[in-house]
């Protein structure tokens, strides 16, 4: 595939506002559980197999119309998560291997998902940036109803927020494992609201 796709238009705005209510308003979603890079956001994850899609329905059935369309049919293990950032928030150059807290041989996930449920008109910073071996190959400001999916093993950032307001992604990383599969999670979850999380580690 490129590097990545850009799809507008994605979902109806009714939608949109539902996810971004549930979202908001989910007791899961504090102070982000990811890694260091990750300055001044907040969010919870979700780890699953295929197999496990329905449990993920029943627990947070307002993520469905996002995994319908943005599962990829030959992936068989997700990591998914929410991703709000404010002003002052920025994430730093990272390649996505969530999964390598549960198999520390993992590789990069083959695809990464990101839906902007809202995003500013007015935003200041804010883009995803993209690298494939220290060079750009993208630069995508976000827009709200816009679903980007690139490849797995690009280094990846979100230069710093500099203006009011809130920019929430639902992001998904997208595995195609084979032996790896038994270690990971059939289901879980990730959050600092929830005693004794698991410590992310990323590259």
Do not use: W
Request: overall charge positive; proline content about 7%; hydrophobic content about 35%.
């Amino acid at each position: 595939m490129p590097y990545y796709h850009q799809h507008s238009a994605c979902f109806s705005l009714s939608y949109l506002e539902e996810l971004r209510g549930q979202i908001l308003a989910c007791p899961y979603f504090v102070v982000n559980n990811l890694n260091r890079d990750f300055v001044g956001t907040k969010g919870f994850s979700v780890v699953f197999r295929r197999s496990h899609l329905s449990t993920v329905a029943q627990r947070f059935p307002y993520f469905v119309p996002y995994l319908e369309r943005a599962l990829q049919p030959e992936c068989n293990a997700f990591y998914l998560n929410p991703l709000l950032l404010t002003a002052g928030s920025r994430v730093d150059p990272h390649i996505d291997r969530s999964l390598r807290s549960y198999c520390k041989t993992i590789e990069p996930p083959a695809v990464v998902s990101v839906l902007y449920v809202a995003v500013p008109a007015d935003l200041v910073g804010g883009e995803l940036v993209l690298r494939s071996h220290k060079r750009q190959v993208g630069q995508v400001r976000p827009q709200t109803n816009t679903l980007v999916v690139f490849q797995g093993d690009l280094t990846h950032a979100i230069n710093p927020v500099t203006s009011q307001g809130l920019r929430l992604s639902l992001v998904c990383e997208q595995y195609n494992l084979t032996s790896e599969l038994e270690e990971i999670p059939e289901f879980c979850l990730e959050s600092r609201a929830i005693a004794k999380p698991r410590s992310k580690q990323r590259n």
